[in-house]
């Protein structure tokens, strides 16, 4: 059990430190960030507010992540920001091919917040 939750922090501070540092990033040098976003969004949304929106949520997830509670609802929010970045960057693949360890990492931490139905109690 106590491995269970070491293994827990640590998947949880990593993807903390991926979100803080992306969230806090975007505010500090937003034009370094903003191509991230597909196209279609950016003609739908300014590109401001659809920045900031987007790294002030990055942060509150972070922040989430770090708090430990609801921890596999954070994890799958997580991977699906992951997958989301993923699946409209892949143009730019040789830059964000790091995100598919990040997708995996988060997905592993909502799977160890679950219930092991195979598991006997005692």
């Known amino acids: 059990m106590k491995k269970e939750r070491v293994i827990s922090l640590l998947l949880r501070i ?3 430190a991926v979100f803080g540092y992306a969230g806090v990033a975007a505010f500090l040098e ?56 993923l699946t409209f960057n892949l143009a730019l693949l040789d830059v964000v091919f790091r995100d598919v360890a990040i997708f995996f990492a988060a997905l592993a931490l909502a799977y160890l917040d679950t219930k092991d139905p195979d598991a006997q109690s005692i």
């Open 30 to 85: 937003p034009n370094s960030w903003i191509g991230y976003f597909p196209q279609f969004m950016r003609e739908w949304v300014d590109v401001r507010i659809l920045l900031t929106a987007f790294s002030g949520a990055e942060i509150i997830l972070a922040l989430w992540l770090l708090s430990g509670r609801f921890v596999f609802m954070a994890g799958m929010l997580s991977a699906l920001t992951m997958l989301g970045i």
């Open 14 to 16: 990593g993807l903390a």
